[in-house]
């Protein structure tokens, strides 16, 4: 498939997103672009619409204006087909998981693979087991229930459904949000080792400081429905922009850099 | 080649060369699988064996796992591995995915005699388990009944109001509508019937008798239970999967005090009301079919039904009806109440709700009719 000349995986322009028919304007204008095989940690105050634009991105949220490109796809005028070849190459996780209460976590991983490989069953077992150690989890959880997991597991089995078609491109929302900083700083190797092997790009939602400084090779910052700031993140730290400064040198900043 | 993945092979004494090339990705999987299938049933006796992946166009962790599921299955033969070619990328990643284990075999329940009469003993088991929960349930309603007595402030007036709207006031069309059908049916199944021997005007007994006394009640009591119980099931399985109900604990309020107890009152008084609507509706169609279709003159019935019935009919019909709201609403409750984590549990425990609501209305009305018999109405 022809990627856009930039190598933008992701280009979004003039996005627009209302909610309650005008009442509340989550994204006014709003520029991104992801580049191939990069890591980009996404940042902003709570209920900026970091989420919104996640899933505004992937379609779930109908836009009110602007244009969305993923892999050269406008997904907003793509047909059926060409929107299931490009859901084929992401993976997604949700701020909450989203796993299917009514399957079990084997099932969830397998979910996406039984939909789009012909596989065996020994093969898709053995993915599931290797997709698990993967983030972090023992094959002993794969046939408990998403509510028998504690919150971090739901996390990371979650992570692993993302990830269980190895796609191209996944979207992260909050990924370390609930696990220990020991698994917090796992799930960073992870993905940095996906995205050297793999070529992965990845959309990062974050609050987890570390993350940003070890992870992300680019950093956004959402703030007035806008991207504001884009860039390393030593020029976040240079910034003068008053909520990047008091985010990036606050106490918490602090002690994650000394 | 047309693009696929490959893995050739060449022998040379006891040694066996594998060359694999093209993409080994997750999306070529199938055919990856049968290539590597072919090698480890060709069962090599090969001493030495080498596996060039220098040729491997992209990889990812559907190929690496395939390539370290070749090697332990020829390693298993004894034979001295070597993987050449592997590049400091990938070969992180085969390493992730070298550290999984044999993997356990999904514990897959059987279906053998012994496993299915398991789980008819258990269903068995159950019914047991439904009453003695209908029974805690109203012990409990009752102990929030008596706090809220003693405690007027504490009655949630607000929430009657809001659920006495979605069950009663929302619900009069449609019930309203179809009891009006079923007394036309009812009249018109009399009339055709009764002609035959000239009692066309006993329709008049038997619609006054039927509407007030059993299916009035009987047929309002069962919509209910299909249209309030099971959102009440809904609802409060719902919140129960979303762990609200113990965060209301937590804050001191009794589940059933704030949840329950409002929404059993609402149906006491609702169902009743919606009883009383139903009725005449039903009489309503019945006369209209009874004067369109059957000639008998407005007054006529009126005249008729009023000496065929008489009040005890119509307290009959009544008196059952809080009964059945409370037997809705219990059973309603108490599978709300048994929700566990999982969406399938809230369907099954929704239809559960439904169906031993209806049973039960229907239980209770035989227990009624035995007791209005022995007392003589
Ligand atoms: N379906 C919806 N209807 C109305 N408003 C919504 C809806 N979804 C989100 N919003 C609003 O959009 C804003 C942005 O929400 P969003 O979930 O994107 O925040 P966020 O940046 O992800 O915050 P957090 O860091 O807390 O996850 C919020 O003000 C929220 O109330
Ligand atoms: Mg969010």
């Known amino acids: 498939m022809a990627n ?37 940690g996404f940042v902003g105050p ?55 209460s009514s399957l079990s976590v084997r099932q969830n991983i397998q979910f996406p693979v039984r939909e789009y490989l012909n596989v065996s069953e020994r093969l898709l077992d053995e993915i599931t087991i290797a997709k698990l150690g993967m983030v972090g989890l023992k094959p002993e959880v794969a046939d408990r229930y998403p509510s028998e997991l504690s919150g971090g597991m739901i996390k990371r089995v979650a992570l692993a459904r993302a990830l269980a078609l190895d796609p191209e491109l996944v979207f992260l929302d909050e990924p370390t949000s609930g696990l220990d900083p020991i698994g917090a700083g796992d799930f960073d190797d992870l993905v940095m080792t996906l995205q050297r092997t793999l070529g992965l790009t990845v959309f990062m939602v974050t609050h987890d400081l570390d993350s940003l400084y070890t992870a992300c090779d680019r950093i956004a910052v959402l703030g007035d429905g806008k991207v504001i700031a884009v860039g390393s993140i030593d020029d976040m730290r240079a910034s003068q922009h008053p909520w990047l400064n008091s985010y990036f040198h606050g106490k918490r900043a602090r002690a994650v850099v000394s | 080649m047309s693009g696929g993945p490959a893995l050739e092979r060449m022998t040379q004494g006891d040694a066996l060369a594998l060359y694999a090339s093209g993409p080994w990705t997750a999306r070529y999987a199938p055919d990856l699988e049968t290539l590597v299938g072919d090698v480890e049933k060709m069962n090599s006796k090969s001493k030495r064996v080498l596996i060039d992946v220098s040729k491997v166009a992209k990889l990812d962790t559907f190929g690496a796992w395939l390539i370290e599921r070749l090697s332990r299955s020829l390693a298993m033969t004894g034979a001295e591995l070597r993987i050449a070619g592997l590049s400091a990328n990938y070969s992180t990643l085969v390493d992730e995915v070298r550290r999984v284990k044999e993997t356990p075999p999904p514990d897959r329940e059987p279906v053998t005699i012994r496993a299915t ?5 258990r269903s068995v088991a159950q019914i047991g388990d439904t009453l003695i929960g209908i029974i805690e349930m109203t012990g409990a309603l009752l102990f929030a009944l008596w706090t809220v007595v003693r405690h007027p402030s504490r009655f949630r007036f607000t929430s009657v109001v809001h659920h006495l709207e979605q069950v009663c006031w929302r619900a009069v069309p449609i019930i309203v509508l179809i009891t009006f059908l079923i007394g036309c049916i009812i009249a018109q199944q009399g009339l055709f019937h009764f002609r035959r021997f000239g009692a066309d005007v006993f329709v008049v007994d038997m619609l006054g008798v039927l509407v007030l006394r059993e299916i009035g009640v009987l047929l309002v009591a069962i919509m209910v239970a299909g249209r309030s119980g099971s959102a009440y099931t809904a609802e409060l399985g719902s919140m129960k999967m979303r762990e609200e109900i113990d965060a209301l604990r937590t804050m001191g309020f009794d589940p059933i005090e704030v949840l329950v107890l409002p929404r059993i009152i609402a149906l006491v008084i609702g169902l009743p009301a919606l009883t009383f609507l139903g009725a005449m509706a039903a009489l309503y169609g019945g006369g209209l079919v009874a004067w369109l279709y059957g000639g008998v003159e407005p007054e006529a019935f009126l005249l008729r039904l009023r000496d065929a019935i008489s009040i005890d009919h119509f307290m009959i019909g009544m008196i059952k009806a809080p009964f059945m709201a409370i037997v809705i609403g219990i059973v309603a409750c108490v599978e709300g109440m048994l929700v566990r984590g999982s969406a399938e549990s809230l369907g099954q425990h929704t239809t559960a709700s439904v169906v031993k609501g209806i049973f039960f209305v229907i239980v209770m009305d035989g227990i009624f009719a035995i007791f209005f018999a022995s007392i003589g109405k």
């Open chain 1, 46 to 100: 709570s209920g900026a619409g970091k989420s919104v634009l996640m899933r505004t991105i992937i379609g779930l949220v109908p836009r009110l204006a602007g244009d969305i490109e993923v892999f050269g796809v406008d997904l907003g005028t793509a047909d059926s087909d060409a929107r299931r070849a490009v859901e084929r190459r992401w993976g997604i996780l949700f701020q909450h998981g989203a796993l299917f």
């Open chain 1, 4 to 40: 856009p000349p930039n190598d933008a995986i992701i280009r979004v322009r003039d996005l627009t997103v209302e909610f309650g028919g005008g009442k509340t304007r989550v994204l006014n204008g709003l520029n991104l672009d992801v580049r191939r095989g990069e890591i980009l």
């Open chain 2, 117 to 121: 009469l398991d789980r008819i003993g």
